[in-house]
């Protein structure tokens, strides 16, 4: 018993697949491989349904004579349907990378790929486009370095790392736009295209991004995109690599001045004199010749209240045109102010001096107490400066007063130090200076506070010397004309005292001379008295 064929249905518009492609159809491509791949889907879907005349005419139990027919058409249909299916997935594939509304997404989508190496979008192979869509994806600067020439896709964040060189990277060499970096990230290349996995903190690459040449540094992670295409030839193999890095020029920097900075309140603890605090701060800046490609430190002399003097200098080779001995201001004072018993005093004049026909503007530093940008030191020196650990000279230098804060009245003196060639002058690095010339300040004053008090102390010792000595004088002085009248006092005393024992001697005598004359007396009187009894 034959039966009827039911005819098919139409495509349902309220399908995921009919939205999708309506909202795909909608947006401006001007790839027209691509638009030509969409066509058969889009006549497909707005094929009409066919006329529902024969199957209401027709009961289930007749047999249609067009049966047939609309058989064949049905196969047919179905097989143009599934080729059409077969495009459309090949164009969502597609679609999948640009599912975002970024800058960068547009910009690849929009781009010319017909006359590069990786052709038509729709071309592209699905481990290229789902690497380029994680990329598109994430925040983190990234980019995906394709085929063997590594042509270079990236996402917004990745634009800030190439600065001037956006847009023009897009879809170019690796080497081409990173041309400084090609033999230093050769090796590392090498590793990744043999299956490694490479992770580098705080790179250095030196680029020339914003039309000058720069330090930068980059933690970066590289990993390898294999084909993952069952299909293709090179199924398995590696193709490709991800590069997911972030610039970390910042904070390298900012930890190798603070560095810097440890290093010299280190050497301040140590330091006697105030040549000492000088020599201290010249040697702190041989750690980070980066930053400090010279330096030139000049204080005041303290015999000489307008007279600046060289103390300690890096990177001058002693030359007299960069690094003068002396500065001859037409106002200033004394490192110590004779009217002051304070060291950090100083009273400067108000008017403004000329020093065009020095090489550095230290007496407009002085008076203003403020740091001076100078520009263009190849113009002003006649000889290339030195520029530390960079080959190239420094054209930018700061004449910074050293004082040990903003609201200090006195200026010890002025320190002249080069900038960063491969760094652009920001405002971090001037604050930068300012910290450094207020330590070089404070370890002076600390050296000239020590020696005040050690002075005082000293003052203080010669005067109770001072005092011992007086004192030990006067007792003298005052014993002496004791001496004076005690003596004769003395011999008189002698003489009144032996006066006093001769008479007592003389009178004892004379009373025993009596009573022995008073004896023989007697005795003769008894020898001439005749007892009365004889005479009776």
């Not at 193999?237 to 910042?250: A, D, F, Y």
């Not at 003068?324 to 037409?330: A, C, D, R, Y």
């Not at 005093?345 to 530093?365: C, I, K, L, M, Y």
């Amino acid at each position: 018993m034959s039966t009827v064929s039911q005819p098919r249905s139409p495509p349902d518009r309220s399908s995921s697949l009919y939205e999708d492609h309506m909202n795909h159809t909608m947006i401006n491509h001007d790839d027209d491989d691509h638009d030509h791949a969409l066509a058969p889907l889009s006549s497909s879907l707005h094929t009409p349904p066919p006329s529902s005349s024969s199957s209401s005419s027709s009961s289930p139990n007749i047999v249609n004579d067009n049966d047939d027919h609309y058989n064949n058409s049905d196969l047919n249909r179905r097989s143009n349907n599934n080729h059409t299916i077969n495009n459309y997935n090949i164009s969502m594939r597609t679609l999948i990378t640009f599912r975002n509304n970024s800058k960068m997404s547009v910009m690849i989508r929009d781009h010319p790929w017909h006359d590069t190496p990786l052709g038509p979008i729709h071309t592209w192979p699905t481990s290229l486009q789902c690497a380029l869509d994680t990329i598109l994806g994430t925040n983190f600067p990234g980019c995906v370095f394709w085929g063997p020439e590594h042509l270079m896709l990236y996402n917004d964040t990745y634009v800030e790392i190439l600065g001037k060189r956006h847009p023009r990277s897009l879809g170019r060499p690796k080497d081409v736009v990173w041309f400084e970096a090609a033999e230093l990230s050769k090796g590392l290349t090498d590793r990744v295209m043999a299956g490694e996995s490479v992770w580098n903190p705080n790179a250095l690459f030196i680029s020339e991004r914003n039309g000058y040449i720069e330090e930068v540094y980059f933690t970066f992670s590289k990993s390898a995109i294999r084909d993952m295409d069952p299909a293709s030839p090179t199924a398995g193999t590696i193709v490709g690599m991800m590069n997911i890095s972030t610039e970390n020029t910042n904070d390298v920097v900012s930890n190798r001045r603070f560095a810097m900075l440890q290093e010299h309140m280190k050497n301040n603890a140590v330091v006697q004199t105030v040549q000492d605090a000088c020599d201290a701060a010249i040697r702190t800046c041989t750690t980070n010749p980066h930053d400090v490609p010279f330096a030139i430190l000049y204080l005041f002399d303290e015999s000489n209240p307008s007279l600046l003097t060289l103390r300690a200098s890096i990177g001058v080779d002693g030359r007299d045109e960069v690094a003068p001995s002396s500065f001859l201001l037409s106002s200033s004072s004394s490192l110590l102010s004779s009217s002051s018993s304070s060291p950090l005093s100083r009273d400067h004049g108000e008017d403004e001096d000329n020093d065009d026909d020095t090489p550095w503007p230290v007496t407009r530093a002085v008076k203003s107490r403020q740091p001076i940008i100078l520009k263009d030191l190849d113009v002003r020196f006649s000889k290339k400066l030195s520029g530390g650990a960079w080959p190239e000279a420094p054209q930018e230098a700061i004449v910074m007063p050293v004082s040990a804060s903003e609201q200090q009245e006195n200026v010890l003196g002025v320190l002249v130090i080069g900038v960063n060639s491969r760094m652009k002058f920001t405002n971090t690095f001037l604050g930068f200076v300012e910290i450094f010339t207020r330590q070089i300040a404070v370890a002076i004053n600390i050296v000239l506070s020590v020696d005040l008090e050690r002075r005082r102390a000293a003052s203080l010792a010669d005067l109770d010397r001072a005092k011992t000595t007086f004192f030990t004088n006067v007792s003298h002085e005052l014993r002496t004309p004791l001496t004076l009248i005690t003596g004769p006092l003395s011999e008189c005393l002698s003489i009144i005292s032996s006066t006093s024992s001769t008479s007592s001697s003389s009178s004892s005598s004379s009373s025993s001379s009596s009573s022995k004359a008073d004896e023989g007396g007697e005795r003769r009187s008894r020898d001439y008295i005749i007892p009365t009894s004889i005479t009776d």
